[in-house]
Every structure is written in C-alpha cells, then in structure tokens.
C-alpha cells in the first residue's frame, strides 16, 4: 500500500528537502505513524499531545479534508495522496 | 501607530495592491484573507481564498481553496510570498490572535487596514511569536503611513 505525500515547504526541514514522499498505511492514522517512522518530528506535527488530529493543520485525503472523511480513521488505498498545510488563520 | 523594528521589504506593484484593497472592500465589514506567490520576491499570483469564518475578527482560510492555491504554486514552480488578510476596524498591525497563529515563517504577513478611509497595508515576519516589519514598496517606492501626522 504506497502513499504518496506532498510535504509543505515550511515542513521540509523535516524531509531533508523533498517535496513527496511515499508511505505505507491502510488507514490515516497508519500512514501518519509510518511518516513518523521514516521522518521523525513530521507525523508528531500532524497531531497533538491526546493523538488528535492538530487543530491547526490541515490534512487532506485526495484534496479532501479528512475532518469532512474518517478523520484519522480514513481508509487509504493504493496509489492515495495525503497533502499536509499548516492552517492559515489569524485575527 | 503600533511600531516594530523593521527588516527588508515587500514589494507590491500597483496592480496587486488594488487588487487586494479591491478583495478588503467587498466583502466588508467581515475580513478577507489570500495568497500572494512568485518568484525572486516578485508577486506573479494572487490567490483569494474564503474566510471559513466569516468574521469581523477572525480569519481561517478555507481548507480546500487554500489546498488548491498551494498545489497551483506547486505546479507553476511558484513560492508563497505573502499571506495576506484585512482588518476592518482596526490598524495594519499583526493582533495577538495573528501571532499566536502564524505557522509559515517563510512568508511575509500582509496586512490591508480598512480602519481609514484611505486603506493602510503594512507587512511583517512573525517567526516564534516575533514581529518585524518589512517595508511595503509600491512599484519602488516606500509607502507612507496614510494616517501619519502631516510632518
């Protein structure tokens, strides 16, 4: 099961540069510990101390949100895209 | 006029600058917020995105648009130059709120005050809770602060 991910550039430090790079999961929360594994400190900004999904990261599925899929939950499938941005916000 | 020290500048030309008062204003009095990408620090895009809030107070981009915006760059070798929001009834300085949620140092905060009747744009970094300011130029020129005291 190969996942492919787009690292943001404000991310990379943690990826050593790269801009995709390829998970294995049948499940977000799989995915998401198996980018912890390969790049240690991407997967723990994803989510936040509970193991929640961060509130102010966005994690997408196929360009959808994933609080509008299974959250951490979501099925992934062969060939899946997971895109990560920071959530841009203020007042 | 809340001050911070300055470092570098924002280059804006005209058109971009218009374009961003023109997005503030229409959806006025709520705050509107975007993206601006280029390359070598020169504005080649501008992304409206929806403020998921919808708020006089508050801005979050809308997950999807912002996603759209970002794999845009992405594909037109595109950096993200500045992200910038409105603030309609208060000055062109980055709130608490603006500080305590900035998550891309790399980018320039833009900032489009509605406060006057003539619009302010101020720009800053905002890195580990941190502000400086960048100095905005429209095509090469300092702007100047348009509710300045007459010197």
């Known amino acids: ?91 | 006029m809340t001050r911070a020290e300055i470092h570098g500048r924002l280059d804006l030309d005209r058109d971009t600058w218009d374009e961003i008062v023109a997005h503030a204003r229409s959806d006025f009095p709520f705050e509107v917020c975007g993206l601006l990408a280029g390359r070598d620090g020169q504005i080649e895009q501008i992304y409206r995105i929806p403020n998921a809030a919808r708020s006089m107070t508050y801005y979050s981009m809308d997950p999807k648009a912002m996603l759209h915006a970002f794999n845009d760059m992405d594909d037109h070798d595109l950096d993200l130059i500045a992200i910038y929001h409105s603030h309609t009834h208060t000055e062109a300085f980055p709130s608490p709120t603006d500080v305590e949620l900035a998550t891309y140092p790399d980018a320039a905060y833009l900032i489009c005050s509605l406060q006057h009747d003539e619009p302010h744009l101020r720009a800053f970094d905002i890195v580990d809770g941190r502000i400086t300011e960048r100095l905005v130029h429209l095509d090469g020129e300092p702007v100047a602060d348009p509710a300045a005291d007459p010197a």
Do not use: C
């Open chain 1, 1 to 91: 099961m190969s996942i492919e991910v787009r690292v943001p550039t404000v991310l990379r430090t943690h990826t050593d540069g790269e801009k995709r790079v390829t998970v294995e999961g049948a499940t977000l929360a799989e995915a998401i510990d198996d980018l912890e594994a390969r790049y240690p400190g991407l997967g723990d900004r994803l989510r936040d101390d509970e193991g929640n999904l961060a509130r102010f990261v966005n994690v997408y599925v196929n360009d959808e949100d994933v609080r509008f899929l299974g959250g951490q939950q979501t099925e992934l499938a062969d060939g899946d895209q997971i895109a990560i941005l920071p959530a841009v916000a203020g007042g």
